[in-house]
């Protein structure tokens, strides 16, 4: 399996514009989950889905930020207007649906707002 | 919710040398216990996990110890190497959520 896929890899946009970042889960697995890293505030959850459906988004910061999950291999992560306080690497992250499995991430996207 | 606890947040320690990373969890019903490996740059990667019917793995020089009751778990690595060098996580899973410790960062000194 080639794991969690995420793009772009690397973005960097001015502040006010629309950034979308999506991410294709490991096949089978029906848990998605999108992180922010930062160096201030760590690795914290934005939202996570299951079977589809969004079960926690109570980490979105704001407004701005919106996810969705229309099919079980393909997520989005979207943020308009972005402001450079948003910039940091979001992770995507899949696992089992069930108790004892893991989580794996894909390689993050890096975005930058300026 | 599940609220895990990770220290140190910075550890330094000399090559060949033994590092201790501790977390503890506040919820019981948590069963998973994974740990990650970030290196600079790049994804967490898994490194080694415990459930919750165990209370000690080993694999190679990495090893996990739980201790239910207290609701602690850590990680061991011995005989360090330059290589171990990297920010290591612990995550607990409570149902289909994972929640982490705020991260170690580990520098080993040659």
């Known amino acids: 399996d080639a794991g969690v896929i995420q793009s772009p890899r690397h973005e960097v946009t001015e502040m006010g514009q629309e950034v979308t970042l999506r991410c294709k889960p490991i096949?089978?697995?029906?848990?998605l989950f999108w992180y922010r890293q930062t160096m201030m505030r760590g690795l914290e959850l934005l939202i996570y889905?299951?079977?589809?459906?969004?079960?926690?988004d109570s980490g979105m910061p704001e407004d701005r930020f919106s996810a969705k999950m229309p099919n079980a291999s393909f997520s989005t992560l979207k943020i308009q207007p972005s402001e450079p306080r948003d910039s940091a690497v979001y992770f995507c992250?899949?696992?089992?649906?069930?108790?004892?499995?893991?989580?794996?991430f894909g390689e993050g996207s890096w975005l930058t707002v300026v | 919710g599940e609220n895990v606890e990770q220290h140190p947040s910075t550890l330094s320690v000399q090559e060949g040398d033994s590092a201790v990373i501790k977390c503890t969890y506040s919820?019981?019903?948590?069963?998973?216990f994974p740990w990650y490996k970030q290196e600079l740059g790049k994804r967490p990667q898994l490194i080694i996990d415990?459930?919750?019917?165990?209370g000690e793995k080993k694999d190679q020089r990495i090893a996990v110890t739980l201790n239910k009751t207290a609701k602690h778990f850590s990680l061991h690595i011995t005989e360090t190497q330059p290589e171990d060098s990297a920010v290591y996580f612990c995550?607990?899973?409570?149902?289909?959520?994972?929640?982490f410790g705020t991260g170690t960062s580990l520098t080993v000194i040659p």
């Open positions: 096949s089978g697995h029906n848990s």
């Open positions: 415990i459930r919750s019917n165990v």
């Open positions: 992250a899949s696992s089992r649906g069930t108790s004892g499995n893991t989580i794996y």
């Open positions: 889905f299951n079977n589809n459906v969004p079960i926690d």
């Open positions: 995550a607990a899973r409570n149902g289909n959520q994972f929640y």
């Open positions: 919820d019981s019903a948590s069963n998973y």
